[in-house]
């Protein structure tokens, strides 16, 4: 049960832009279960409305299409609404490293516009997905959050701006604000395909076609893989938020361990060769390491645990478990 014991009222109403993406549309599906009235905001660039098909027909559910860089679709969605979870992004180191002008334009120009129609439309709290990689070339671990290094590539910068831009609209407007750095999520509906697929699901779609994932590098870059219902808990938990000295700021999301790509391979044969035995045979190959790659990813959640309350329920392999069910069954 996601939402565990946290009591979020059902008369809340939400949006959630990038609401037919991977994190967005299991937003939008717990929150609508929950009853709350829930606005979906996307415009299909990498979000899909097969996500979100199933919610359509609720009473409670709404879906815009829009475009974040256009400030009055912004307006429109924010429209009424009492808090906006923002998870509208155009993701990927390397998707912003070959074209850092549009990511730019989304992340940045985007995040704006929606702070802009949030505060103008009297919203509540402005909750907001920042990222890990404003980490950048800070070697120390775990991660914690005031303390941050040179970002590593556009995308990074972009998700750091967007952590400014909160920070003087809480203080200049008197807007909330909870910005929740993510790392590294994984989980249902996560896409496999394209050239910017995560991880996880693609390695997963190699492994059941029998092909070998390829690692970039030796293997040993680690990361702090994060099942996607530990994130929705962190947004439900920043909803609910109460004390003020847990508004206006960051938070690590994640579980708070890491794995490397060579045992993350290990875990995903382990799994999947419960339903095809031969995936146990498969290799994986080396290629090059990735430019703009953090070496390691590891999150101290203390101040989530502190200020929120956060209590994973999911680590690593229980997620994995999870995805890879989902994935077997859906691909």
């Known amino acids: 049960m996601i939402l565990k014991n946290l009591n979020l009222n059902p008369d809340l109403k939400i949006l959630v832009t990038g609401g037919a993406g991977f994190i967005g549309s299991n937003l939008c599906e717990v929150l609508v279960n929950n009853g709350n009235q829930i ?26 299409e829009g475009d974040i860089r256009n400030l009055e679709h912004c307006v429109q969605a924010c429209e009424g609404m009492d808090y906006v979870l923002h998870q509208a992004a155009l993701g990927s180191v390397p998707r912003s490293i070959k074209d850092p002008v549009t990511s730019n334009a989304v992340n940045v120009g985007g995040f704006l ?29 775990p991660k914690v959050e005031e303390i941050i290094g040179k970002p590593l590539s556009p995308y990074a910068i972009t998700k750091y701006v967007n952590e400014l831009y909160a920070d003087i609209f809480s203080k200049t407007y008197g807007i909330e604000t909870i910005g929740l750095r993510y790392f590294n999520v994984f989980g249902r509906r996560q896409d496999p395909n394209g050239a910017y697929a995560a991880v996880i699901p693609k390695f997963v779609m190699q492994l059941m076609q029998h092909q070998s994932p390829v690692i970039n590098g030796d293997g040993s870059f680690s990361r702090d893989f994060t099942y996607v219902d530990n994130v929705i808990e962190m947004n439900i938990r920043a909803i609910l938020a109460e004390d003020k000295n847990a508004l206006n700021t960051v938070y690590n999301v994640a579980f708070g361990e890491r794995t490397n790509l060579n045992e993350l391979v290990v875990l995903l044969k382990k799994h999947l060769s419960k339903f095809d035995s031969g995936i146990a045979k498969v290799d994986p190959e080396y290629g090059p390491e990735r430019e ?3 070496p390691h990813s590891l999150a101290s ?3 989530a645990k502190k200020l929120l309350g956060y209590d994973p329920t999911y680590d690593m392999e229980s997620g994995l478990k999870q995805a890879v069910n989902w994935y077997w069954n859906n691909l």
Not at 48 to 64: C, G, R
Not at 120 to 134: L, P
């Open 301 to 303: 959640i203390e101040k």
């Open 113 to 141: 516009n929606m702070l802009v129609a949030a505060r103008d439309a009297g919203v509540k709290r402005f909750i907001y997905a920042a990222s890990s990689s404003t980490y950048g070339d800070s070697k120390s671990l």
């Open 39 to 64: 606005r979906c905001f996307d415009n299909l660039a990498t979000g899909k409305l097969e996500n979100i098909q199933h919610l359509q027909s609720a009473h409670n559910f709404e879906f815009i």
């Open 292 to 294: 703009g790659d953090v």
